[in-house]
């Protein structure tokens, strides 16, 4: 029981710590969100895969990471709806 708690205190520590981890009340658009923008944000990061995208979509590395940089603003699209 004592370590169900302490991995269940871990778990809320990190949550806090990191936005990206998520929480109970993270809708799957917010989840989504975090994970294209991780994604996205690798990628232009590491110059070997950015340019494996660019030689794979035959655009010049510049373009493709301003591409990918532009999608980060709002990579699956805008928010749906809330239902107050």
């Not at 991995?7 to 929480?23: C, D, F, N, P, S």
């Not at 990918?68 to 709002?74: A, F, S, W, Y």
Request: proline share 8%; charged share 25%; glycine share 4%.
């Amino acid at each position: 029981m004592a370590d169900k708690l302490r991995t269940q205190q871990e778990l809320e520590r990190l949550q806090a710590k990191y936005v990206g981890t998520g929480h109970p009340d993270t809708t799957s658009w917010e989840w989504r969100t975090n994970i294209m923008r991780d994604t996205n944000s690798s990628i232009v990061g590491h110059r070997p895969l950015l340019c494996y995208i660019a030689l794979a979509e035959k655009e010049p590395v510049s373009k493709v990471r301003a591409q990918l940089i532009r999608k980060m603003v709002q990579p699956c699209g805008p928010p749906p709806a809330r239902e107050d």
